[in-house]
């Protein structure tokens, strides 16, 4: 399994991006997909995930209703939408799945089998 993330960017205060999250390999069943981020000095933080159905969970008090995750099944890919952007949302974002149907500690990056390489959002004031 692959995932290839990309969307980062340099962006102001206020501005929106969305990241992308390619899955290639064993596609038949789907994906669930985790999104973190990781900001210089401090640990991988949960930001959302999205089940194979579509379901989605998001860290409330990071994200307050500006993210928004979705997904594209015929192209195997994950979004996240990011609207309202400030600096403290500058970080490394990875996404991440964990392959078997067992249950999911989605917030838990350790309970994730691969990770893409991560993109860099940078969000100037």
């Known amino acids: 399994v692959q995932l290839q993330a990309s969307g980062g960017g340099l962006v102001q205060a206020g501005d929106s991006l969305r990241l992308s999250c390619a899955a290639s390999?064993?596609?038949?069943?789907?994906?669930?997909m985790g999104w973190f981020r990781q900001a210089p000095g401090k640990e991988r933080e949960f930001v959302a995930y999205i089940s194979r159905s579509g379901g989605t969970i998001y860290d409330v008090d990071s994200v307050k209703g500006r993210f928004t995750v979705s997904r594209d099944n015929a192209k195997n890919t994950v979004y996240l939408q990011m609207n309202s952007l400030n600096p403290e949302d500058t970080a490394v974002y990875y996404c991440?799945?964990?392959?078997?149907?067992?249950?999911?500690?989605?917030?838990?990056?350790?309970?994730?089998?691969?990770w893409g390489q991560g993109t860099q959002v940078t969000v100037s004031s």
């Open positions: 390999g064993r596609t038949k069943n789907g994906y669930r």
């Open positions: 991440a799945t964990k392959l078997n149907s067992g249950s999911i500690d989605y917030r838990d990056p350790h309970d994730y089998d691969y």
